[in-house]
């Protein structure tokens, strides 16, 4: 029983153009999400996060939005960049709980 | 600032042995995770610990994982007898004070264990 799903395993992008990743939870518990990346033979490392008091969390390239009664959330990056080519993993957590619930994650390949 | 540490980046072993894998935590934080990376299921979280002390072991697959934390700077996670399904990578993660959203976890570079 995934409460993370991260449906699309891939996605590939042209420079410039806008990267958008979906991620769905079933656990309505879960009132905080948070994007990390992962590049090979690394860790993942955060990336940005969001509160469900919000909507929308936005820093520099990367936004992302929480839609509370559809239970979806989505990393826009815009403009892509070549950089931006790795795994994206989404990440749910409930009040001051530790835990973790990581999705499977989604290749981000940006082509020149 | 090192970062989290792990050892061994790869582990090769035989069905039946037994795998120690090894991680230091960033100096200063109190929370210790470990996480398994497979294909299907992606990240799974293990077990954690908050001040040495594990607090959720619901992720541990069976028996024959087991986990230790004997300070705030070394943990190990063990698998006793190892098997071909256990191959996956294996990452720790350490995060300040381990309260949610504010307290961003820290991942090590992995140790890759195949199974044969």
């Known amino acids: 029983d995934q409460q993370v799903k991260q449906n699309s395993p891939s996605l590939s992008v042209q420079e410039g153009r806008i990267s958008i990743l979906n991620c769905d939870y079933t656990?309505?518990?879960?009132?905080?999400f948070l994007w990390y990346k992962k590049y090979p033979a690394e860790g993942p490392t955060f990336l940005i996060s969001i509160s469900s008091i919000k909507d929308k969390n936005e820093d520099g390239r990367f936004t992302v939005f929480l839609n509370k009664s559809a239970k979806h959330l989505s990393l826009h990056i815009v403009p892509s960049q070549p950089g931006d080519s790795a795994v994206y993993f989404c990440?749910?957590?409930?009040?001051?709980?530790?835990?973790?619930?990581f999705g499977t994650g989604t290749r981000l390949q940006v082509t020149l | 600032d090192a970062g989290v540490i792990q050892s061994p980046r790869h582990e090769v072993t035989e069905m039946g042995q037994e795998v120690t894998l090894r991680c230091k935590p960033i100096s200063g934080h109190n929370s210790l995770f470990w996480y398994r990376q497979t294909m299907m299921r992606g990240l799974e979280l293990l077990i954690y610990f908050n001040n040495n002390v594990p607090i959720d072991d619901s992720g541990m697959p069976e028996d024959r994982f087991s986990a230790k934390m004997p300070n705030a700077s070394f943990s190990t996670l063990k698998i006793q007898p190892s098997e071909p399904r256990d191959s996956a990578v294996y990452f720790c993660a350490s995060s300040l004070e381990g309260r949610g959203l504010t307290d961003t976890q820290y991942f090590g570079p992995g140790t890759r264990l195949t199974v044969l």
């Open positions: 656990n309505s518990m879960f009132d905080y």
């Open positions: 990440a749910a957590g409930s009040g001051t709980a530790s835990k973790l619930t």
